[in-house]
C-alpha cells in the first residue's frame, strides 16, 4: 500500500518550519504555522524534533587543538613573525 | 577651503568609527597588530584558533585538513590584517578566509562536485506520525558509551551532508551568524542560506533518527 504524500497544510508549514524556528517568517506566515500547529500533533513533532537535532549538535563538545597541532601553528606564527 | 577640508576630513573618521562592525576588543588588538604588536596577533590566534579548527573538522573531516584549514586561515590573516577596515566583524573576516579555505582544499583534492537535495527527498511521508528518534546530549559520566556513540553518529551525519549544506549549517547553528551575516561572508542570497539551512537540518536529523531507529544514516 502506497504511502500518503503530505497534507496540503502540513507541507506548507514543512517547508517553512525553519524559518519560524528561527523567528525569520513574516507575521502572516508566522500566525498560520502557529494555528497549524497547535492542531497538527505531527507537525509539532517535526518543529520538536528539528530543535532536537540542532541542539544535539550544539551540545556536543568542541574537540581541543591536539598540542603538536597548536605548537605547530605558534612555530609557523614565529616564523613569519621574524621574517616581518 | 581648509575649514571644509577639515569638516570633510571629521565627519569621514567619524563615519570610519560608525562603519566599525567589530567588538571593542578585537578593534583594540587590530590596532595594537597595526602599529606593530605581534602579540596582539597571538591574541587574535588564541581567541579564534580553537573555533577555526574545530570548523575545519566539522568541514574536512580530517585532523590534518582541519590543521591546515586553521593555518591557512591565520597566514591569510597575517597578511590581510593590515588593511582590514574592520566594515565587518574579526570573527565574520576570518570565517571567510576559512571558508575559502575549505574551498581551495576541496579542490585540491578533487572532491566529487557538490550534490543537490531535494526537499522532497526529505519529507517524511503521512504514515510516519512525524516520528524522529533523536537523542538528548548528555554530560552524565555514566553515559560514556551513549555519548561516544553519539559522537561518531552525528560525526559522520556531518560529513555526509553536502558541502554546501553544511557550511551554511555550521555557520548558522554552530558558529551563531545570522541569515545575513552567513550570506554576507559565503556571497550567496540570504534565501539560499535559509533554503540550504533548512534541507541541512532536515537531512541530519534523517541520519541520526535512521541510526537508532535501528536503520543506518542514509550513504
Redo the contacts between chains.
Keep these: 500500500m502506497e504511502?500518503?504524500?503530505?497534507?496540503e497544510d502540513c507541507?506548507n508549514c514543512?517547508?517553512k518550519?525553519?524559518?519560524f524556528m528561527?523567528g525569520?517568517t513574516d507575521e502572516g506566515t508566522c500566525e498560520k504555522i502557529r494555528g497549524h500547529l497547535r492542531n497538527s500533533?505531527?507537525?509539532?513533532?517535526?518543529l520538536e524534533?528539528?530543535e532536537?537535532?540542532?541542539?544535539?549538535?550544539?551540545?556536543?563538545p568542541?574537540?581541543?587543538?591536539?598540542p603538536d597541532?597548536?605548537a605547530?601553528?605558534?612555530a609557523?606564527?614565529e616564523m613569519?613573525?621574524s621574517r616581518g | 577651503m581648509t575649514a571644509f577640508l577639515f569638516l570633510f576630513r571629521r565627519r569621514e573618521m567619524v563615519d570610519e568609527k560608525n562603519n566599525r562592525r567589530t567588538d571593542d576588543f578585537d578593534h583594540r588588538l587590530i590596532e595594537e597588530f597595526k602599529k606593530g604588536s605581534?602579540d596582539a596577533?597571538?591574541k587574535i590566534?588564541e581567541r579564534y584558533?580553537?573555533?577555526l579548527?574545530?570548523f575545519g573538522?566539522r568541514m574536512c573531516g580530517h585532523?590534518q585538513d582541519a590543521?591546515d584549514i586553521?593555518?591557512d586561515t591565520?597566514?591569510g590573516a597575517?597578511k590581510g590584517l593590515h588593511t582590514f577596515r574592520e566594515e565587518t566583524k574579526l570573527k565574520n573576516w576570518l570565517f571567510r578566509i576559512a571558508a575559502h579555505a575549505c574551498t581551495r582544499k576541496r579542490r585540491k583534492k578533487k572532491c566529487e562536485p557538490d550534490r543537490e537535495i531535494s526537499?522532497e527527498s526529505l519529507?517524511?511521508?503521512?504514515?510516519?506520525?512525524?516520528?524522529?528518534e533523536?537523542?538528548?546530549?548528555s554530560n552524565d559520566p555514566s553515559d560514556a558509551a551513549l555519548r561516544a556513540e553519539?559522537?561518531s553518529v552525528?560525526n559522520t551525519c556531518?560529513v555526509q551532508l553536502p558541502p554546501k549544506y553544511r557550511i551554511v549549517?555550521n555557520f548558522r547553528?554552530?558558529e551563531g551568524f545570522n541569515?545575513e551575516e552567513t550570506a554576507d561572508i559565503l556571497g550567496i542570497t540570504p534565501q539560499s542560506v535559509?533554503t540550504r539551512?533548512?534541507r541541512a537540518?532536515?537531512f541530519?536529523?534523517k541520519g541520526?533518527?535512521a541510526h537508532f531507529d535501528g536503520g543506518q544514516p542514509d550513504a
Excluded at chain 1, 41 to 46: E, G, L
Excluded at chain 1, 54 to 60: G, I, T
Excluded at chain 2, 124 to 132: A, I, L, Q, T, V
Design positions: 504511502a500518503n504524500p503530505m497534507h507541507q514543512f517547508e518550519i525553519s524559518e528561527d525569520e500533533p505531527k507537525c509539532r513533532k517535526c524534533s528539528l532536537k537535532t540542532v541542539d544535539l549538535y550544539r551540545k556536543s568542541h574537540e581541543g587543538i591536539p597541532v597548536r605547530r601553528l605558534r609557523m606564527m613569519c613573525f | 605581534t596577533m597571538t590566534v584558533e580553537e573555533s579548527y574545530n573538522l585532523v590543521e586553521m593555518q591565520f597566514m597575517l526537499l519529507m517524511p511521508m503521512d504514515e510516519s506520525n512525524g516520528h524522529y533523536i537523542p538528548d546530549w553519539l559522537k552525528i556531518m549549517f547553528d554552530l541569515t535559509k539551512l533548512h537540518r532536515l541530519l536529523r541520526i533518527s
